[in-house]
């Protein structure tokens, strides 16, 4: 099995600011099939990213992903409100499909 | 139009049996790979299940292995998830999702709104 590894467990930051979330696996991801989800409280979790660095439908470009193997990172360029929130990581390029423990992005 | 809508959820006690249901709509069902993700009260994501477009493989998380079952009906545009013998432990918001592709390794790109199973005597 793959195990994620996020870190900071939570960032606490301020609308403007830079985030910068980790993900790390335990063995290399297949064909980087990683990708990084948001949810809000009381929402269903929304694609941002897939492939390690795409960009998902609609997402805006101040969200990028990066990375390759078995490091992966989600740069949010410039916090906005609606950007305080929940985010995973998950592996789908081998069963069991794995997600992160997750990071939660607080306003400072 | 919500394209994946979750339904079934409730209490059940231990032991016993539920079936969820994921009506989808708004795209071409029968070409899609469809998952069922949990997440317990205050916990993170945990993938449950996959199953090919055309139901021809399904993968389970070990958790679950044995004890549910994920199908589908092309014909209905519905997705199922059978759960026996269910454990204190199988408490939570049940989502469907559906994958970008037809096979079982894809990123998940929409989700359904989820449906609450509890688990308790």
């Known amino acids: 099995e793959i195990v994620l590894t996020q870190s900071p467990g939570t960032l606490s930051l301020s609308p403007g600011e830079r985030a910068t979330l980790s993900c790390r696996a335990s063995?290399?991801?297949?064909?980087?099939?990683l990708a990084w989800y948001q949810q809000k409280p009381g929402q269903a979790p929304r694609l941002l990213i897939y492939g390690a660095s795409s960009r998902a439908t609609g997402i805006p470009d101040r969200f990028s992903g990066s990375g390759s193997g078995t490091d992966f990172t989600l740069t949010i360029s410039r916090l906005e409100p609606e950007d305080f929130a929940e985010y995973y990581c998950?592996?789908?390029?081998?069963?069991?499909?794995?997600f992160g423990q997750g990071t939660k992005v607080e306003v400072k | 139009q919500v394209p994946l809508v979750e339904s079934g959820g409730g209490v059940v006690q231990p032991g016993g049996s539920l079936r969820l249901s994921c009506a989808a709509s708004?795209?071409?069902?029968?070409?899609?790979?469809m998952y069922w993700v949990r997440q317990a009260p205050g916990k993170g994501l945990e993938w449950v299940a996959v199953?090919?477009?055309?139901?021809?493989?399904?993968y389970y998380a070990e958790s679950v292995k044995g004890r549910f079952t994920s199908s589908r009906d092309n014909s209905k545009n519905t997705l199922y998830l059978q759960m026996d013998s269910l454990r204190v432990e199988d408490t939570a918001v049940y989502y469907c999702?559906?994958?970008?592709?037809?096979?079982?390794?894809?990123?998940?790109?929409?989700w359904g709104q989820g449906t609450m199973v509890t688990v308790s005597s």
């Open positions: 063995q290399s991801v297949p064909i980087n099939y």
């Open positions: 199953i090919r477009f055309d139901g021809s493989s399904r």
């Open positions: 998950q592996q789908y390029g081998k069963t069991p499909l794995t």
């Open positions: 999702a559906r994958g970008a592709g037809a096979g079982s390794f894809w990123h998940l790109d929409i």
């Open positions: 708004g795209f071409t069902f029968s070409s899609h790979g």
